[in-house]
């Protein structure tokens, strides 16, 4: 049904929902003098990417560093943040591995597994299928067959498949191969034999950046050149009409001549009553528990992986990051979209996880935060690409615009999502003149 306009009724050229990274960079690509309106469900922006500070506690939603490949991005954001202390890091991460700890990536790092299980991931890496050249071979159906093609079975089953499953809350069988792009390590088996006496690291984020104020910082810096009465907190959309340009939050009807959204995309094919095949779009959901000890624990870490048998499947160490003297972790539970959970269970079972890892002794907990990101790594699949690009491509014929890791249904980085929002706006400015 078509929407009416409401009494109070706002005409703007361009409608942005959500104030995250995306929708930000998208407000100020456009400029503090275009004609524009951002919606935010919630009542502060910045999406996942917030930080909560407690008892001297600097912590966020999740562990939201910065790997930046373009310096003119990274400079960009810098110059608009001159009075924060931005550390630049070079990662230290593990594997925490049937007792022992493991370099991080798994498959570079099999020669230091014992010599039984290292033989036996050499072994089956040498005869992995996408190792045989010449070989004839089917392509690979979905990111299991992948590990296994490329991995074989004993690297694929010792970390790749558990921890990823424990991630991703899912059966990797149906996710697709490309499922995490650029930001999965790979390694050949020429790179694993090499590192084996020369060391090396090429991964995404071997380097990152974090401000002093946390990621809120980052956020900070792109709506400074967006006009703050251009944000309106707490005035979620509720129903969009394409073909009249009218969407209707609970405050107003706002008339627009373009869209631009970062907010889920099946949620948004649900508001804008777009036909859509639902069941191709499947996510996990993350719990993150911020918690802040009275005294130091382990140094000279960032991060550690967990494809065991403990709650968590990553821990992060916030205080290493900023060389501060009590322990401050940031631990992160993969759930099932559906899968519920009482969170004071769910403390007391990491808190013993964490003593068992030795990570904690006897530190006292002083401070605490939790948050569910839901919808946390969606699923890519053969299927939700088709489907993403559909609704897309349709949105885009009525000029909305879809974007962001959620908007686009994709496994990117905050990076990326500048970069989409920019090259989104050159795109809009351009078919204007």
Not at 78 to 86: E, L, T, Y
Not at 215 to 231: D, G
Not at 325 to 330: A, E, T
Request: a negative charge; hydrophobic letters at 40%; aromatic letters at 10%.
């Amino acid at each position: 049904m078509p929407l009416s306009r409401s009494p109070r009724h706002t005409t703007v050229s361009t409608l942005i929902v959500g104030a995250g990274v995306s929708g930000l960079a998208a407000a100020a690509a456009l400029g503090r003098d275009h004609d524009l309106l951002i919606l935010e469900a919630e009542p502060e922006i910045g999406g996942y990417c917030r930080t909560v500070k407690k008892h001297g506690f600097v912590w966020d939603y999740s562990g939201h560093f910065f790997h930046f490949k373009d310096p003119e991005i990274e400079a960009w954001l810098r110059s608009r943040m001159p009075h924060q202390h931005v550390r630049t890091v070079e990662r230290r991460s593990a594997i925490s591995y049937a007792g022992r700890s493991i370099e991080f990536p798994f498959q570079k790092n099999i020669h230091q597994l014992p010599l039984p299980e290292f033989i036996e991931c050499l072994h089956d890496l040498y005869f992995a299928s996408a190792n045989q050249p010449g070989s004839p071979r089917a392509p690979e159906t979905s990111f299991k067959e992948m590990l296994y093609a490329r991995y074989g079975r004993a690297i694929a089953e010792k970390f790749l498949i558990p921890y990823n499953e424990k991630l991703y809350g899912c059966d990797l069988a149906t996710l697709d191969r490309e499922a995490m792009g650029r930001f999965f390590p790979h390694a050949d088996l020429a790179a694993v034999i090499r590192n084996m006496r020369a060391p090396e690291d090429d991964s995404y984020n071997r380097t990152f950046t974090y401000p002093e104020g946390g990621a809120i910082e980052y956020i900070n810096a792109l709506a400074s050149e967006v006009r703050t009465q251009a944000i309106a907190l707490e005035e979620p959309l509720l129903e969009l009409d394409l073909e009249n340009k009218l969407a209707r939050t609970p405050e107003r009807t706002v008339g627009f001549e373009r869209l631009i959204s970062s907010v889920p995309l099946p949620q948004l094919a649900q508001l804008a009553q777009l036909a859509h095949d639902h069941a191709a779009f499947s996510w996990n959901k993350v719990l993150v528990f911020n918690l802040g000890f009275d005294a130091k624990g382990p140094t000279g870490i960032h991060w550690i992986y967990y494809p065991g048998s403990t709650v968590f499947y990553r821990v992060g160490f916030y205080d290493n990051i900023f060389d501060t003297d009590r322990m401050s972790l940031y631990v992160e539970i993969g759930l099932g979209a559906d899968q519920p959970f009482d969170h004071d269970t769910m403390l007391a079972r990491l808190l013993a996880d964490l003593r068992s890892e030795g990570l904690l002794t006897d530190q006292k907990l002083i401070a605490s935060h939790s948050v569910v990101l839901d919808p946390a790594y969606v699923h890519i699949s053969r299927r939700s690409n088709d489907e993403a690009a559909r609704l897309r491509a349709q949105l885009g014929e009525h000029d909305a615009y879809s974007i962001g890791r959620y908007g686009a249904w994709t496994y990117c980085s905050i990076e990326d999502n500048i970069k989409e929002a920019r090259a989104l706006v050159q795109a809009l400015q351009a078919r204007a003149g």
